[in-house]
């Protein structure tokens, strides 16, 4: 259903520093970097740029990005990379059976206080 989203950051290189390192375990990149005329634009994906973050300043209110992994150990490392990389903690990785027995989830607060979540959908 969706094709991108963006996101807009108050501090655009702290930002990349933090997504780095935190869609790296799942096997995101950084793909696309550039400049237009209203600031800086970076694409994040496996193939193609399906995340993309903006300078200009935080979006106002609280966002939540789910980001699929494809192991849980991959959940693991997010949330450790998330931590290491200066996140707060907004839950550790485990199961969330609320939503289904086989929901595997992490969540974090990325520098602009949006949720951060890793998540895999996979049996144990």
Known sequence: MIDHFGLSVGDHD?????????????????????DLPKGRVTGYGDTKPEFWLSSGGRCTGRLHIAFSARSREAVDAFHRAALQAGARDNGAPGVRDIYHPNYYGAFVFDPDGHNIEAVCHAPA
């Open 14 to 34: 702290r930002a990349l520093t933090f997504y780095d390192a935190v869609l790296a375990p799942l096997g995101y990149r950084r793909l696309q970097d550039f």
